[in-house]
């Protein structure tokens, strides 16, 4: 257990709808950073938040948002949902922005499939 | 643009059989070489970090090597509870992990 917990397990939902996944950190750690994980692409990275703000952002599209509370845990919204959003969703953690080698411990994932 | 590449993509052995798994990559400015392996459907487990040319990390049955090139991941004599994916990842400039495509592993008793 990496001590990152990751809502729901599973999300099954219709083209065009919005969905939000949630993500509480390890306890301590600031950073969170998003992943989408498809058959065909790989574990990409998506975005990364550090105390709240927004650290730095890869491939995410701009249907997909995402933010960061106060009490550190994260939601990813996704909306107008195509087949091609089914994927893992995985959330990780670190202590620090990134700027030192953190490793980043990664949640159990969430897995959503849009019919 | 950083850019990982894992082989071979699938490795079926017998138990007890060694085995070394590759991850070539190719980054401005590396900070960090992640070893993971993953499970179906579960998020990847962090196995390793290598940091510079030469390093070398052993856990139970597995050793990861870094050279400036690439990365190998060796296994030895390994159990059926080793089967899993394992995934290789660069850490540059940024935050930002870059993983390889992973190497799905078999190991049949």
């Known amino acids: 257990d990496s001590g990152v917990t990751q809502t729901p397990k599973h999300l099954i939902t219709a083209t065009g709808q919005r969905v939000t996944l949630r993500c509480s950190p390890r306890?301590?750690?600031?950073?969170v950073y998003w992943y989408q994980q498809s058959l065909d692409q790989g574990l990409q990275f998506l975005i990364q938040y550090y105390n709240g703000e927004e650290r730095a952002k890869g491939n995410i599209l701009e249907r997909f948002s995402a933010q960061q509370f106060p009490d550190l845990h994260s939601e990813l919204n996704l909306s107008s949902l195509e087949l091609g959003d089914s994927a893992l969703y995985f959330c990780a953690s670190t202590r620090l922005a990134g700027f030192s080698t953190d490793t980043q411990y990664f949640g159990p994932g969430t897995r959503l499939t849009v019919l | 643009e950083d850019q990982v590449t894992q082989s071979p993509e699938a490795l079926r052995l017998q138990e007890g059989e060694s085995s070394s798994l590759n991850c070539s990559y190719t980054v401005s400015g590396l900070r960090g070489l992640f070893w993971y392996r993953q499970d179906p459907g579960k998020g990847p487990e962090f196995l390793f970090t290598l940091y510079s040319a030469g390093e070398e990390k052993e856990k139970e049955r597995l050793k990861a090597t870094l050279t400036k090139k690439e990365s190998f991941l060796h296994i030895t004599a390994p159990k059926p509870e080793d089967s899993a994916t394992y995934l290789c990842?660069?850490?540059?400039?940024?935050?930002?992990?870059?993983f390889g495509g992973g190497t799905r592993v078999l190991v049949k008793p």
């Open positions: 306890s301590g750690d600031l950073s």
């Open positions: 990842a660069v850490q540059a400039a940024g935050n930002k992990l870059t």
